[in-house]
């Protein structure tokens, strides 16, 4: 390359910058990905914890084998042990939940039955 236009190439690429917006997009996708982690996590502490340790009056989503969704409701616990009430209602969309809860609270069904925990 010419000396002269090596010189004037070395100036130009001197003063011009990348604008920042350039990377927004990626910078953005990460915060996405980042921020989406971190609440799908905190779903999954929550969800825990409240397993280990039910309480009276607790709404338990469940998904069952068949593909459908109903709610239980945590009527009393003792400490091995958590008595549940089932909803007579269930749906095939996670969304249909928000609507048994609704219609179905409080929820009556056959006398509760119980889980105990193993030991």
Known sequence: MLPVLKKAYESVKRRTRVP???YCGSMLLVLITASSFFVSQRH????ASMARS????D???IRRDSGTYTLYKVMTTTPDSAYLLMSQYE????????TIKEKALPL????PWGFRERT
């Open 20 to 22: 920042m917006w350039t």
């Open 44 to 47: 999954v502490f929550q969800t």
């Open 54 to 57: 039910p309480e009276a009056g």
């Open 59 to 61: 709404i338990i989503k």
């Open 91 to 98: 749906t095939n969309l996670v969304s249909g939940l928000m």
């Open 108 to 111: 009556t069904c056959p006398p």
